[in-house]
C-alpha cells in the first residue's frame, strides 16, 4: 500500500508540476483532435466517391437504350423500326442513314421517305417505337444491296447524349 508519506509527495510533485502536466494533456487533446479531422475528411471524400459511383450507376441503368431492327409490315412495307427499351424517353432523337443506303433505294416514294426524315429530330418515348419507311415488295428485289447503316443520336433526362452505331446488311 502506499503510505501516506508517499502519498503526499506525489499531491506535492502534481502541485509543482501542474502547468507542464496541463500542457501534456492538452498536446494530447491537440493530437487527437488533428487525427479525428484528418479521419473525418478521409471519410467525407470516400462519401463524395460513393455518392458519385452511385449516381453514375443509377444513370447506366435509368437511360433511354434505343434499338433498330428490319421489319416486314403487312406483307407489304419494310421498315426500320426504332424502339426504345429504356426506362427513359429518348429526347432529341436524330436517326441518320448513310447516304451510299439512301442512294440505292429504287423507290422513288420511299427514297422520299427515306430521304425526309434523314437527320429530323423526334422523341421515342418508354417501350415505343418510330418506323421508317424504307421501301415496299421490291425492296428486296433490288439490284444494289448496300447495308443499311447509320447512327442514332439521343439525349436522357439527365442531359446525357448517348450516339450508337448500327448496320443491317
Not at 58 to 82: D, G, H, K, T
Not at 140 to 146: A, E, I, M, N
Amino acid at each position: 500500500m502506499i503510505d501516506v508519506m508517499e502519498f503526499q509527495q506525489l499531491i506535492s510533485y502534481l502541485n509543482d508540476n501542474s502547468g507542464a502536466m496541463t500542457f501534456l494533456v492538452t498536446a494530447v487533446y491537440v493530437v487527437a483532435t488533428i487525427f479525428i479531422c484528418w479521419a473525418n475528411i478521409q471519410s467525407a471524400n470516400a462519401s463524395k466517391a460513393q455518392l458519385k459511383e452511385m449516381q453514375r450507376q443509377f444513370y447506366s441503368i435509368n437511360r433511354p437504350i434505343v434499338s433498330v431492327e428490319i421489319v416486314y409490315l403487312r406483307r407489304v412495307f419494310w421498315a426500320l423500326r426504332f424502339t426504345n427499351h429504356g426506362t427513359q424517353t429518348a429526347f432529341n432523337t436524330k436517326i441518320i442513314l448513310d447516304s451510299d443506303f439512301i442512294e440505292s433505294l429504287s423507290e422513288p416514294r420511299f427514297l422520299k421517305i427515306v430521304k425526309d426524315n434523314n437527320n429530323k429530330i423526334r422523341t421515342i418515348g418508354i417501350n415505343q417505337s418510330y418506323d421508317l419507311f424504307i421501301g415496299g415488295n421490291d425492296f428486296r428485289k433490288r439490284d444494289s444491296q448496300v447495308p443499311i447503316k447509320g447512327q442514332i443520336i439521343y439525349r436522357g433526362i439527365n442531359d446525357s447524349v448517348y450516339a450508337e452505331d448500327f448496320e443491317i446488311e
